[in-house]
């Protein structure tokens, strides 16, 4: 299943596009402070989607992710950043989405040595634990900065009971990060359920429509048969919908479903 992004000022637009490709949505709309902290356009905003009359079932929705620690060791910034991700599963919950996409912000080129590793480690499995037991949702986890897999797959080896966690992989976050995608696949292929896709010159994140840049489609297409990931839900992350239009034709174009 391919997912977009739906913008809340076109939404029409964007339903009639994902019912002509049969593509369920991912929200980005509530991971900006300003509309969390208003709660009447807040309510508004779940109001509107909640009344389009489409199943969300199968659509996912991006959490909380601007300055957010919960493995912090500063008591009042990660207070918050658990309160903003309780938000995010709140929200997900009310739209009936089947997911909710949050960042690891594992940073090694912050504090790269095992203090840093273990708190990140054991806050993290704590806070998705604590989530999941409050909501029905599942909870994926998305590699952002991370340099290897290794962080994502301890945590999601020491959440294995959990069956509503997995691994949110970014495509273009991994192959900014490695030049050996195929480790990442094989450390993490038994928890991936989620994948974000979009292309990029493998200098920095750009969010291109796929095809555009230099990521090599065909590699990652076997690489997903290899370790029989075909079937996993997959986010074209790009805005606008022209963008959208050319990734949906490559998309085609390369059998990508």
């Not at 977009?4 to 949505?25: K, N, V």
């Not at 969300?56 to 918050?80: C, K, N, Q």
């Not at 995010?88 to 203090?115: K, M, W, Y």
Request: charged residues 30%; contains cysteine.
């Amino acid at each position: 299943m391919l997912e977009i992004i739906p913008s809340w000022g076109q939404i029409e637009d964007y339903m009639a596009l994902a019912e002509e490709y049969g593509l369920a949505f991912e929200y980005n709309d509530f991971f900006a402070p300003e509309l969390l902290d208003d709660r009447d356009r807040l309510k508004e905003r779940i109001d509107h989607y909640k009344s389009l009359g489409r199943p969300r079932g199968v659509d996912t929705m991006h959490g909380a992710f601007y300055d957010i620690l919960p493995f912090s060791w500063d008591s009042g910034i990660r207070e918050h950043s658990v309160y903003r991700m309780q938000q995010s599963v709140e929200i997900a919950d009310q739209l009936g989405c089947r997911g909710v996409v949050f960042h690891t912000n594992f940073s090694p080129d912050f504090l790269n040595n095992e203090r840093y590793r273990n708190n990140w480690l054991e806050s993290m499995q704590e806070v998705v634990t604590r989530l999941l037991s409050g909501s029905s949702c599942d909870i994926y986890l998305e590699n952002m900065f991370d340099q290897s897999p290794d962080e994502l797959a301890d945590l999601s080896g020491a959440l294995r009971e959990e069956a509503r966690f997995g691994i949110c992989l970014d495509i273009a976050h991994m192959r900014l990060a490695t030049d050996e995608p195929r480790e990442w696949f094989r450390v993490l292929a038994p928890y991936i359920r989620h994948f974000h896709i979009n292309d990029t010159h493998l200098k920095y994140d750009e969010h291109l429509p796929l095809g555009q840049g230099s990521i090599d489609w065909k590699e990652m297409e076997a690489l997903l048969e290899e370790f029989g990931l075909e079937g996993r839900s997959r986010l074209i992350e790009v805005s606008g919908l022209e963008k959208i239009r050319e990734s949906l034709r490559y998309c085609r174009l390369a059998g990508i479903k």
